[in-house]
């Protein structure tokens, strides 16, 4: 059994759609054997609630990609405002222009989950990890992933009971959701739109 | 040549992407001659720059299902906090249980793009018209429509030259990103992330 770091809890998988329902953008990882990788991906979806299934989309030419189709494996990490530079970074550095991988480039803590190799990457707020349902024709025409989540973790400090606080937490701990050229927006405040009084 | 609603604009097909890259929850609807129909989707994402492509999960049980299906189109709208309580309305009551349908139902206006025949819906802030790239397995499997983005259009007051721009527009305009039960966030700050200092 794996220690998780401080203030990371799992959580239940009919409740894992719930960390990327809003539509946040994630980092994927993935590793083969020694060898590993983490990328920023804007474009990735749940599929389904349970089991929990997402959707994300790899380019072609990326070494997360290769190691992906080795291992079959994936995990999405959710960033936040405090990982926002790392978010860039790993998104506009390719691992194949590096002489070193981008884990010790740029200094990022990883930890194990359960279920997958691949690493969870630390300074994050959410983490889905995943494996594959090969889907050779969207791999191939679309760049399209299709994977199914094993496990699911949060941090407690701004998701509990299957709910997202961002309004309660520090303002650090909010998502980020990407437009491009470096800017994005981190998610904002809580609507409530009440059911019980629609038109039946 | 329609005549397009007040502040609505065209988008250029390669900033469309933009309209979805960071994760609002959308309206789908469809027609298929006179019938039509409107729901929610919070799963949705861009697969693809230019030409355009998006992937949306839609129900097999529901009624816009059976229009994108006879009729190959689909338009996503993208509501803001003014368009809150009908997005909730549209995403939690079907249409098979209605003797009347949503437009007349929940007083919804819509307006004519080009290029489709569904509607687009109004008091939104972001439209893509869609034509469905057939991919039956997708389909059945796993309930996700793959569509080519053929005409985009926005809400000049938030989006302009290819950038949205919440934090100088009204807080009415912002996007919708749900969780569950009723709960969204609205989009919130901005956070730009210099990429001309990135290690190399």
Same mark, same amino acid.
């Given at each position: 059994?794996?220690?998780?770091?401080?203030?990371?809890?799992?959580?239940?998988?009919?409740?894992? &759609?719930?960390?990327? /329902?809003?539509?946040?953008?994630?980092?994927?990882?993935?590793?083969?054997?020694?060898?590993?990788?983490?990328?920023?991906? =804007?474009?990735?979806?749940?599929?389904?609630? /349970?089991?929990?299934?997402?959707?994300?989309?790899?380019?072609?030419?990326?070494?997360?990609?290769?190691? %992906?189709?080795?291992? #079959?494996?994936?995990?999405?990490?959710?960033?936040?405002?405090?990982?926002?530079?790392?978010?860039?970074?790993?998104?506009?550095?390719?691992?194949?222009?590096?002489?070193?991988?981008?884990?010790?480039?740029?200094?990022?803590?990883?930890?194990?989950?359960?279920?997958?190799?691949?690493?969870? %990457?630390?300074?994050?707020?959410?983490?889905?990890?995943?494996?594959?349902?090969?889907?050779?024709?969207?791999?191939?025409?679309?760049?399209?992933?299709?994977?199914?989540?094993?496990?699911?973790?949060?941090?407690?400090?701004?998701?509990?009971?299957?709910?997202?606080?961002?309004?309660?937490?520090?303002?650090?701990?909010?998502?980020?959701? &990407?437009?491009?050229?470096?800017?994005?927006? =981190? %998610?904002?405040?809580?609507?409530?739109?009440?059911?019980? #009084?629609?038109?039946?």
């Amino acid at each position: 059994m794996n220690t998780l770091p401080e203030h990371v809890r799992p959580v239940p998988l009919e409740k894992a &759609y719930r960390l990327l /329902n809003h539509g946040p953008t994630v980092l994927v990882s993935a590793a083969d054997g020694a060898r590993r990788n983490v990328m920023a991906a =804007a474009w990735s979806m749940p599929v389904d609630f /349970n089991p929990p299934k997402v959707a994300v989309v790899i380019d072609g030419a990326t070494f997360t990609r290769e190691l %992906i189709e080795a291992s #079959g494996e994936l995990v999405l990490s959710v960033p936040c405002r405090e990982s926002a530079e790392m978010t860039m970074q790993v998104g506009t550095v390719g691992a194949r222009d590096l002489t070193e991988d981008k884990f010790s480039r740029f200094g990022i803590a990883t930890f194990a989950g359960s279920k997958v190799s691949a690493p969870l %990457i630390r300074d994050c707020v959410a983490w889905l990890a995943c494996q594959v349902l090969p889907h050779p024709g969207n791999e191939q025409a679309h760049d399209l992933f299709l994977a199914t989540v094993v496990a699911a973790y949060a941090d407690e400090r701004v998701f509990t009971d299957g709910h997202w606080h961002f309004e309660t937490a520090p303002e650090a701990l909010r998502t980020l959701h &990407y437009v491009a050229g470096g800017h994005f927006y =981190a %998610i904002g405040d809580p609507l409530v739109v009440r059911t019980d #009084g629609l038109p039946g």
